[in-house]
């Protein structure tokens, strides 16, 4: 039996966009970001797809424990770092590298003793203004971790853009400028490039050093460019939401559809409902006129999102019935177009998908 609401998850598509990534940098390792569930699509299942990429990245302890008792040996670093000695130690038992970006975790890992050594980067602050070390205090973290028995070496050195997605804002080129003068006379491996930054300035490399690049978004086919999809970068989808058409009926003149009647009835329509709603992770605030597919057609969602249903004007399919296929996004229908009708980013929807949705993937279909 079909789900009433599930999502299809192509993982070849992963795997071409990890090509792609190769195309964009090729002189560049690549860390695989899969935090949060991999956006939603699954963090083992996103991990076992891109077994070709050098490493990993995550954002939180849990998740890289997660992976290693999975099974997974690759590189993993934890981009959150450690907050307390319980993380700090379970770091060190499932060998992950960690992101430094605070004077206290310095001190926990000077004050560390036991076994094994933390593999470690060490975050400059060049105008997120979030994580990290700026100035003289960079200098000074490095110098301190440079001489503490916990710390493996050599120190590798990364930073986070803020406005790469921007491409008219110079802001990303003195970020990188910024970033290369302070570090240039260390050792150890840089990452710098985001998918923005991969995708929007390519020429972010570091001498002929191996750097790292930390694609998310564009590894599961989105762009992450106002206006643009991943079709647009040689990109391919890798989620696709699907539901189906439980009810058709015929609204007259000056009726109402859905909650608080936003949406009035100017003419005879035809009107579908589809099983997904916010219940789902279907955005909340997709307007009325946002896209959806039914039959493989465009038709547009009118009416408040609720729970469990959304309403569809199927005035251009006469011939739509109950239990007819309807796509919410995926091929043919691009995240980034529904997440502008909606207000948000494709992230907020890809990583929104909730628990009763029903996944479907290549090998568990």
Aim: glycine share 10%.
């Amino acid at each position: 039996m079909t789900p009433a609401a599930y999502v299809h998850l192509d993982l070849d598509a992963a795997r071409h966009n990890l090509a792609q990534v190769r195309c964009y940098a090729p002189n560049a390792c690549i860390m695989a970001v899969i935090k949060a569930n991999a956006y939603g699509h699954g963090i083992e299942r996103v991990a076992s797809a891109l077994q070709n990429a050098d490493g990993f990245a995550v954002a939180r302890v849990d998740e890289g424990v997660k992976l290693r008792r999975a099974g997974f040996t690759q590189p993993i670093t934890v981009l959150q770092g450690f907050v307390c000695t319980d993380e700090l130690r379970l770091l060190l038992q499932q060998q992950l590298a960690a992101v430094v970006h605070t004077p206290q975790q310095i001190a926990m890992l000077q004050q560390h003793v036991g076994p094994g050594q933390l593999s470690i980067w060490l975050k400059m602050d060049t105008g997120m203004n979030r994580l990290g070390f700026k100035g003289a205090d960079f200098n000074a973290a490095y110098q301190a971790l440079l001489a503490c028995a916990a710390v493996q070496q050599p120190i590798h050195l990364i930073t986070h853009f803020a406005n790469a997605d921007d491409l008219l804002d110079d802001k990303t080129r003195r970020q990188i400028d910024w970033f290369n003068e302070a570090v240039k006379d260390y050792p150890g491996e840089r990452s710098i490039a985001n998918s923005a930054g991969i995708m929007g300035w390519p020429t972010l490399s570091v001498g002929n050093r191996i750097d790292w690049v930390r694609p998310g978004l564009m590894l599961y086919g989105c762009s992450p460019f106002a206006g643009k999809t991943g079709a647009d970068f040689g990109l391919k989808p890798v989620m696709s939401l699907h539901s189906r058409l439980i009810a058709v009926k015929d609204i007259a003149v000056g009726e109402t559809v859905g909650y608080s009647g936003t949406w009035l009835c100017q003419a005879p329509t035809r009107l579908g409902v589809v099983s997904i709603g916010y219940g789902d992770g279907y955005h909340r605030h997709a307007a009325s006129g946002t896209p959806v597919l039914v039959n493989g057609k465009r038709v547009p969602l009118i009416g408040r999102v609720s729970m469990d249903m959304i309403t569809v004007d199927l005035g251009s399919q006469p011939e739509a019935r109950p239990g007819d296929p309807v796509v919410l996004w995926g091929d043919g229908l691009a995240v980034e177009e529904v997440a502008l009708h909606a207000d948000t980013i494709p992230y907020t929807l890809l990583c929104g998908i909730t628990q009763r949705v029903a996944i479907i993937d290549d090998h568990h279909g």
